[in-house]
């Protein structure tokens, strides 16, 4: 087993899920795609992680990578039928990449919410173990406003319709932040992009008190995301090998 993880920004990492793959000795590659790092050969791995950054999918002109990692992204889940995990942006470009539609929210979500998995959700191994009103850490003003073909809705909350699907039976993507650590808000809030996005909400000086309420909830936080990897390397495990 060997995971392949896109980042967009540096300091947007898969934050607590690589203690996990650590602690498990499960190998993990990092390609940095805002960095100029160029997408490998996906046969070399098991499933292809993608995490958040600050970047709109439909930003291919200011970030001429997007095109692409998007190509990669249909090579991983419809060529090769690879698991696929995306977070945030991730999320947003599964949706993108696989004849979805991806825009502006009904409004931003910044901050610690709710999401409410639906039957479909309940009944999904990837959320297997977990309440079906989940807190989580939003940051985000684009959405999946239409799932791919063969999506699934899997969660939504007030102001945002897909907070998580999955396509097929193998590609899920959430919108929300379970890979949260101790570091993830103040690192994330001092972004210009995230900062600003965060005290349109929240209002000025936000960060600091967002924080402290982010690691008040980091044992419970911890916990959904040990419960979430688990079953998605379960099923990992359990995927017959082409």
Not at 25 to 42: Q, T
Not at 43 to 55: C, E, F, Q, S
Not at 188 to 210: I, N
């Amino acid at each position: 087993m060997r995971i392949l993880v896109f980042q967009h920004l540096d300091i947007e990492h898969p934050g607590i899920f690589r203690d996990f793959l650590d602690a498990d000795d499960i190998p993990w590659d990092v390609v940095e795609l805002d960095a100029g790092d160029p997408v490998p050969d996906l046969d070399r791995y098991t499933a292809l992680v993608v995490m958040g950054g600050p970047m709109d999918v439909w930003e291919e002109d200011e970030h001429p990578w997007l095109v692409p990692e998007k190509r990669a992204i249909r090579a991983a889940v419809v060529d090769r039928r690879m698991p696929y995990l995306g977070v945030c942006l991730g999320h947003q470009l599964l949706g993108d990449a696989l004849g979805g539609s991806v825009g502006k929210a009904r409004a931003p979500e910044v901050g610690l919410m709710q999401v409410q998995l639906n039957s479909a959700g309940q009944a999904d191994p990837l959320f297997a173990g977990i309440s079906p009103t989940m807190q989580c850490l939003q940051w985000h003003a684009a959405a999946v406003l239409t799932p791919p073909p063969g999506g699934t809705v899997l969660a939504s909350s007030p102001l945002c319709d897909v907070q998580a699907m999955r396509v097929g039976q193998h590609a899920y993507g959430i919108q929300f932040h379970v890979e949260v650590t101790a570091e993830t808000v103040p690192q994330w809030s001092a972004v210009p992009a995230y900062e600003a996005a965060l005290e349109k909400v929240l209002g000025a000086g936000a960060a600091a008190t967002l924080a402290q309420e982010t690691e008040a909830r980091l044992p419970a936080f911890a916990r959904d995301a040990r419960t979430l990897y688990d079953n998605f390397m379960q099923m990992l495990r359990s995927r017959p090998r082409p």
